[in-house]
């Protein structure tokens, strides 16, 4: 299945926000290895991934200094990880997710 997510960078810190995407069920993520999803301030980015319907994915991210993390965080081992906007594998088009510096 193709899932596409949305990112809209809404952190106005003067850093590009590093993202990547994980497979909870399969232990995958999406880039590869050691490449991210970058998004700059007030851009929208589209991310489409295949996964395995039902599979939970999950958002992670954090500004390169590390002072603002996203959900599951950029290496998905953050320990108070928002897993809120984790989502089922589907062939759907998430609404965009803002990311905010609070």
């Avoid at 497979?23 to 301030?41: C, F, K, M, R």
């Avoid at 590390?66 to 089922?88: E, I, K």
């Amino acid at each position: 299945m193709t899932q596409t997510w949305q990112f809209d960078n809404q952190c106005n810190d003067g850093e590009i926000i590093q993202l990547r995407l994980y497979d909870e069920n399969a232990n995958l993520q999406w880039p590869s290895g050691t490449l991210i999803y970058p998004v700059t301030y007030g851009q929208t980015n589209s991310v489409s991934i295949t996964c395995t319907s039902g599979d939970m994915i999950c958002p992670g991210g954090e500004d390169p200094n590390g002072l603002y993390v996203w959900g599951v965080g950029l290496n998905n081992n953050y320990p108070a990880g928002d897993t809120s906007q984790c989502t089922p594998c589907a062939s759907e088009t998430l609404a965009a997710i803002e990311l905010t510096c609070n």
